[in-house]
Structures are given as structure tokens and as C-alpha cells.
């Protein structure tokens, strides 16, 4: 299944300077590890040693936080759109 | 005048030329991994994707000195310049001049709720746009300055959006500003009135947040300064700024307890950031004191990973009448965990009613008309009290971060005439006023 992935500006390095490159996965995981294949070195910046997402990186698959859903497992339909976002807020 | 490192500041080089902009800020340093960045518009880490935040070297060697040198100052936050990432002559700049609000001494809501020692709030609700985002926003706007931005924008659950959007208008920037489509017409009305952009998106903060993060890598946000993402590090070191007012406003005197809302809990770190400065300055006495963190029931995500017992905080979807503190994921969450427990503190949650009633408790008592996030606090205060979690003996300063006007919505259902009478004396003694 192929998905169309919007990389963050400070990992573009890794895609060369695109904003947004396509992956192939049914689940978030396999996407991650489609990413690292034609990427090298971009996995270790959104996961950690224990190979969790890192806690300030937010992953979304179409409009839904993956930590809503199913994490790693989440599933990537055909066609869908992965965002990986740096955590920011505001507020108080 | 000799220099000290302070927070994570290593480095013993002196600011170069370039980074004058920035007062005594040397660099960004990331606060997961400690990686070192210059001073620039970023505000994640390129390794880990930690928060970065500012670090100095701050004037040290004098305190007297400084201490002089700050009550001298103008009655704004810039009477603290030489300890922000701010240059030297700010405040000759144009800009709202935020800060120096009143600290209350509030003896009438200490005996309503218990309080032997001296109770204080901190009222933020006098900065020119009435909230604590003025302060925040105002360094924010010194560094799209430098960097060279030409429009400022943000993300906002209402308040910030009102404080960008006046900044703007002071400084010089056009202003184009996104909210939630839903919030409260007071703050709606104030966002726009500056004559900037506003756009109201279909979703929560969290979906405002996430939009605002996917536009700065975009063609369409170039050139933009959006002061709570990517001018983040200079924005958040506004806050310290409520640290230095009240030490200073309690005649140098560290607070024994502060009760600080929380959203991000950006606020609160940076609160904790302010005091632990002023204490390796020498400008107060070195002595322990418990921060405690605020949240509405539906929205507490680091009140119930407090509670728990958890290191990491579990993202909610907010539903509560505390919109400006209604942030599902609250990015600094585990940080706040950090500093509640280091210090011996507590976070804790209120329902809405309980919002609203303490609402009008503060109003009823001080003559202080707080907005919801004002509520939170002083009626988590009042449960800290109940629940022993906070010494009503000791010296405690609750924050009122924003103007009751905003959110009139909370409390009209329950507020309003006395009687409605006719014109008349007999109407009156009838309506048993009297």
C-alpha cells in the first residue's frame, strides 16, 4: 500500500529537501521502516532506542493523532496521508 | 561585568556581535538532549526533536547592582532586559510594554479560604490586551525583528491571538492568526478588531496547532513568524518575567507556593526557569518552594499523569467551559511532571463548576474579575487547601492569567440583576433589597 508522507523541514535532509515523499506499509511501523530503506538514518530521528515514537514527535495518519489510535500498529490505508509534525503548543 | 552560566548554559564564550540582538542569550540548547544550536528561528531539536530553549550568560557578581539597576527599569517587563533574550534598548522599540501587573494581596479570599499566611494573585489581567500573552508575545516580536519576519501569526485558543494581533499593529507587522472556529465571542472579537487576518479552523487547538506546524514547511508560510512554534525558545522566556514581578512585588522574596494554570505547561517551566535564575543571581534567598500546576477536569491530561504516578503524559480531547487552557497534548506535560515533584508540589483538576464558583469567589472577595483559566487556579487552590496538598500557613501567590470579559459566556447563566424594578421607591423596598 502506498502512502504519501509530509516530511518536517529539519528532516528533509533526508529526502533530499522534499517536503513529501511516498512509502509503501499497511501499518505506521512498516511505513516508518519503508521510509528508513530509501531514507537512511530518518528512523532514528522519529523513533528511540527502545524503537517507541520519540515523546515529542506527533504522527498523524490522515486527521488522527496515531497516540489516539494504535501507535505503531496504526493502520496506513492505501492512498492515506502521514504527517510526522514536531510537538508545539501554546497556551499557558 | 563578569558572567555566569546559568540553566544549561556551558559555554564560557562571550555573545558575538551577531547574537547582541539577544542581550545575554548565547545559544538554543535543546532540553531532552542538551544539543547546542545558534540563535536562530527553530524551535526542535535536529536530533531527538526536543523542545529547544534559550540559554545565557546572565550578569552575575552583582547582585546589589542588578538589583538597582532593574528597580530603575521601566514599569514593564523590559525592567528585566538584561535577563531575556532581548537587546539592551528594547524598551526604546515600539511595543505594547507588557508586565508589571499587580500582585494583590487578597485578605478577603485568604479568610474565605483558611489561609493564615499571606495569599497574593497575580493579576495578568492588566496587560494591555488582558492576559499573560502579552508578555510572551512581546519577546517574540524582538526576535521576528531580528530575523527578519514580516508577518507574525500563531495558533491560539483565543487569548494569544487578541495579543499578536495588537502586537502587530504596534510594531509593524501585518498579522494573519488561527483559532479554533468555536471559541468564546469575547476573544473572537478581540482577536480581530486589530485589522490583522484571523482564521477560524474547523477543529480543536490541537488541529489548529498541527495546521500552523505543517504551514511553516510550506512555501505559503515563508517569511512568517509564528510566535508559539517557530520563534517558540524567545516566546516562552516571556513567562520568566511573571517569576521576576512577583519575587520583586514581595520585596525580593521568593514565594513559598505558587499555584500556575496549565495548558502546554510551557508557563509553569518557565516560572520554575525564572525563580531558580534569580536565585544563582543572588537577587533572592536561596530557599526550597512548591510549584502547583492548575487544570479543568476535562481537559487534565498532566493532573491525571500526576496523579498516576507517570513520567509521560496520555493525550485527552479536551471538553471544558476552560477553553484558553484546553490543550489535549500539552507539549511540555512531562517537564511540569518534573518540576511538581522536584519541588514537592502538586498538580490537580477542577470541574467546571467548581470553575465558575471560584470564579465569582475571586470576584466576590478581591474585586477581581478572572476568566476561566483564573477560575482553575484559584479553585484548585481552594482544593489544594481542603486536601492538605497546600500549607495555608505559608506564603502563596495563585496567577490570574487573563480578564473575566473574555469569557462572559462561563458565567451569565448564573450572573446577572439583582431585581428589575420600576422607577419607583415602593418598586425597590418590594424587591427586598432593603
Not at chain 2, 337 to 362: H, M, S, Y
Request: proline share 6%; aromatic share 6%; hydrophobic share 40%.
Amino acid at each position: 500500500m502506498s502512502v504519501n508522507v509530509r516530511i518536517p523541514t529539519i528532516l528533509r535532509t533526508y529526502t533530499g529537501g522534499q517536503a513529501e515523499v511516498t512509502a509503501e506499509g499497511a501499518t505506521l511501523a512498516e511505513v516508518l521502516a519503508d521510509l528508513e530503506k530509501n531514507h537512511q538514518g530518518i528512523a532514528a530521528r522519529v523513533l528511540d532506542d527502545t524503537g517507541k515514537l520519540r515523546r515529542f514527535v506527533n504522527v498523524y495518519v490522515n486527521d488522527d493523532d496515531v497516540r489516539f489510535a494504535d501507535g505503531l500498529a496504526t493502520a496506513t490505508p492505501d492512498g492515506a496521508g502521514v504527517s510526522i509534525i514536531p510537538a508545539v503548543a501554546g497556551g499557558c | 561585568m563578569a558572567v555566569q552560566s546559568v540553566e544549561s548554559s556551558t559555554t564560557s564564550s562571550t555573545p558575538s556581535a551577531a547574537s547582541r540582538a539577544f542581550g545575554p542569550a548565547v545559544a538554543l540548547s535543546c532540553r531532552e538532549c542538551g544539543e547546542r544550536f545558534e540563535l536562530g528561528p527553530v524551535f526542535a531539536c535536529e536530533v531527538c526533536f526536543g523542545p529547544l530553549e534559550v540559554a545565557y550568560e546572565l550578569p552575575s557578581g552583582d547582585p546589589e547592582g542588578l538589583r538597582r539597576r532593574i528597580e530603575a527599569g521601566p514599569n514593564s517587563i523590559w525592567r528585566y532586559a538584561p535577563l531575556l533574550p532581548v537587546p539592551a534598548d528594547v524598551a526604546d522599540l515600539p511595543s505594547l510594554n507588557p508586565g508589571f501587573t499587580q500582585l494583590v494581596k487578597a485578605d478577603n479570599l485568604a479568610r474565605e479560604l483558611g489561609v493564615t499566611g499571606e495569599l497574593h494573585i497575580k493579576d495578568d489581567s492588566g496587560n494591555p490586551t488582558h492576559s499573560f500573552k502579552d508578555r510572551v508575545v512581546a519577546i517574540a516580536v524582538q526576535a521576528a525583528r531580528t530575523f527578519g519576519f514580516t508577518t507574525l501569526s500563531c495558533s491560539s485558543t483565543g487569548n494569544l491571538a487578541g495579543a499578536v494581533g495588537a502586537a502587530a499593529a504596534r510594531a509593524g507587522f501585518r498579522s494573519c492568526v488561527f483559532i479554533p472556529h468555536d471559541l468564546e465571542a469575547g476573544k473572537v472579537v478581540m482577536a480581530a478588531v486589530y485589522g490583522g487576518d484571523l482564521v477560524g479552523i474547523e477543529g480543536t487547538y490541537d488541529d489548529v496547532n498541527r495546521f500552523c506546524s505543517e504551514l511553516i514547511g510550506d512555501p505559503a508560510g515563508e517569511g512568517w513568524g509564528f510566535v508559539n512554534v517557530n520563534l517558540r525558545p524567545y516566546y516562552g522566556e516571556g513567562s520568566k518575567t511573571l517569576a521576576y514581578e512577583i519575587c520583586e512585588q514581595l520585596g525580593w522574596r521568593l514565594p513559598d507556593q505558587i499555584v500556575i494554570p496549565i495548558a502546554s505547561g510551557s508557563q509553569l517551566t518557565k516560572i520554575d526557569k525564572g525563580l531558580k535564575e534569580l536565585i544563582a543571581l543572588g537577587l533572592v534567598e536561596d530557599k526550597p518552594y512548591k510549584i502547583f500546576g492548575a487544570q479543568a477536569e476535562g481537559c487534565s491530561p498532566v493532573s491525571a499523569a500526576f496523579k498516576a504516578g507517570h513520567d509521560v503524559v496520555r493525550p485527552q480531547k479536551p471538553r471544558t467551559i476552560a477553553k484558553s487552557l484546553a490543550i489535549g497534548n500539552p507539549a511540555d506535560g512531562p517537564y511540569v511532571l518534573d518540576i511538581a515533584r522536584r519541588t514537592g508540589g502538586a498538580v490537580e483538576d477542577v470541574d467546571d463548576e467548581r470553575i465558575v464558583d471560584a470564579i465569582k469567589l475571586l470576584a466576590r472577595t478581591e474585586g477581581i474579575f478572572a476568566e476561566t483559566a483564573g477560575g482553575v487556579t484559584v479553585g484548585v487552590t481552594k482544593k489544594l487547601i481542603e486536601d492538605g496538598l497546600l500549607d495555608p500557613s505559608l506564603t502563596t501567590v495563585v496567577l490570574n492569567t487573563g480578564d473575566g470579559l473574555k469569557t462572559l459566556d462561563a458565567v451569565a447563566p448564573t450572573t446577572g440583576p439583582s431585581a428589575i424594578i420600576r422607577p419607583t421607591l415602593d418598586s425597590f423596598r418590594e424587591a427586598g433589597l432593603v
